[in-house]
Antibody, heavy 121, light 107 residues
Framework: QVQLQQSGTELVKPASSVKISCKAS????????MHWIRQQPGNGLEWIGW????????KYNQKFDGKATLTADKSSSTAYMQLSSLTSEDSAVYFC??????????????WGQGTLVTVSS | DIQMTQSPASLSASLGETISIECRAS??????LAWYQQKSGKSPQLLIY???RLQDGVPSRFSGSGSGTQYSLKISGMQPEDEGDYFC?????????FGSGTKLEIK
């Protein structure tokens, strides 16, 4: 069955960087877009961007340009998101989610369990 | 960016009651809309995609409808396990955008 296993909780200092992982199993990793989503405490959800592991192509929400960098390792079926120049505003739960689609419609049936990132000195 | 206006922000329903949650898009999203349920501390679970298609394994009391800019999620007969947060997501245009969420509680 499809599973997305994310790395654990991170406590990081302001101005530093962090790299979160999302290990995929149960399907062909290179065949589906992988998206990343942020959920801030008490706030709603924001879409960060996607990566297509088949060729490494990426697309970002303009809001996260320069903040997030998406990569993927085909050999280990793992997607990564690096967040840089962290501030307290980046404290959130980050999810990876696999895109499924049919024609012009897409959806996320599979999500990782979420990775909590806390930025604090 | 497409704005997704979701209402109500919170809702209290009795067991067996039928409820509806609405999402209005700032422009036509051509039925590229999904509904999710999220329980506290968990990842979102897909309920409905393509506006009205029920995800495998989701109880049939959940249904979605709408087109153009107006969409709704209906729960026909509230159950205790339906408590949680619900939100919509449009996939028609980047950046993908979410509704602000509805907190559903048992009365």
């Amino acid at each position: 069955q499809v599973q997305l296993q994310q790395s654990g909780t991170e406590l990081v200092k302001p101005a530093s960087s962090v790299k979160i992982s999302c290990k995929a199993s149960g399907y062909t990793f290179t065949s589906n877009y992988m998206h990343w989503i942020r959920q801030q405490p008490g706030n709603g959800l924001e879409w960060i961007g996607w990566i297509y592991p088949g060729n490494g192509n990426t697309k970002y929400n303009q809001k996260f340009d320069g903040k997030a960098t998406l990569t993927a390792d085909k050999s280990s079926s793992t997607a990564y998101m690096q967040l840089s120049s962290l501030t307290s505003e980046d404290s959130a739960v980050y999810f990876c989610a696999r895109e499924d689609y049919s024609g012009d419609v897409d959806w996320f049936a599979y999500w990782g369990q979420g990775t909590l990132v806390t930025v604090s000195s | 960016d497409i704005q997704m206006t979701q209402s109500p922000a919170s809702l209290s329903a009795s067991l067996g009651e039928t409820i509806s949650i609405e999402c209005r898009a700032s422009e036509d999203i051509y039925s590229n809309l999904a509904w999710y349920q999220q329980k506290s501390g968990k990842s979102p679970q897909l309920l409905i995609y393509a506006a009205n298609r029920l995800q495998d394994g989701v109880p049939s009391r959940f249904s979605g409808s709408g087109s153009g800019t107006q969409y709704s999620l209906k729960i026909s007969g509230m159950q205790p396990e339906d408590e949680g947060d619900y939100f919509c997501l449009q996939g028609s245009k980047f950046p993908l955008t979410f509704g602000s969420g509805t907190k559903l509680e048992i009365k």
